[in-house]
Nanobody, 124 residues
Framework: VQLVESGGALVQTGGSLRLSCVVS????????IGWFRQAPGKEREGVSY????????SYVDSVMGRFTISSDRAKNTVYLQMNSLKPEDTAVYYC??????????????????WGQGTQVTVSS
């Protein structure tokens, strides 16, 4: 599975960004896709997750109500809409593919393929 992220940028506190993850090399409908982030000096952490076929979604507490994950099955693309951004959201954001049988939605070790990452910087 190949994944390519885009959409990272420098934004001010309170701003919004939409990240995209284009997926190829596997039947899109059979995948779970997770968004993760890694800040300097910190471990990679889960942010959000979607099961493409049934639309199940999951979010970690720190982004609940601010971030929205969605998919466009015609474009083999998963989006992460990020609103009300905070400086602590600053990180490299990665999307990753979870092949069936699906693992835990935010567990790094359960994901099989990763994109190269896109930088999100939120200025205070």
């Amino acid at each position: 599975v190949q994944l390519v992220e885009s959409g990272g940028a420098l934004v001010q506190t309170g701003g919004s960004l939409r990240l995209s993850c284009v997926v190829s090399g596997f039947t899109f409908d059979d995948l779970g896709i997770g968004w993760f982030r890694q800040a300097p000096g910190k471990e990679r952490e889960g942010v959000s997750y979607i099961v493409i076929r049934d639309g199940y979604t999951s979010y970690v507490d720190s982004v609940m109500g601010r971030f929205t994950i969605s998919s466009d099955r015609a474009k083999n693309t998963v989006y992460l809409q990020m609103n009300s951004l905070k400086p602590e959201d600053t990180a490299v954001y990665y999307c990753a593919a979870d092949l069936p049988p699906f693992g835990l939605p935010h567990e790094v070790s359960d994901f099989d393929s990763w994109g190269q990452g896109t930088q999100v910087t939120v200025s205070s």
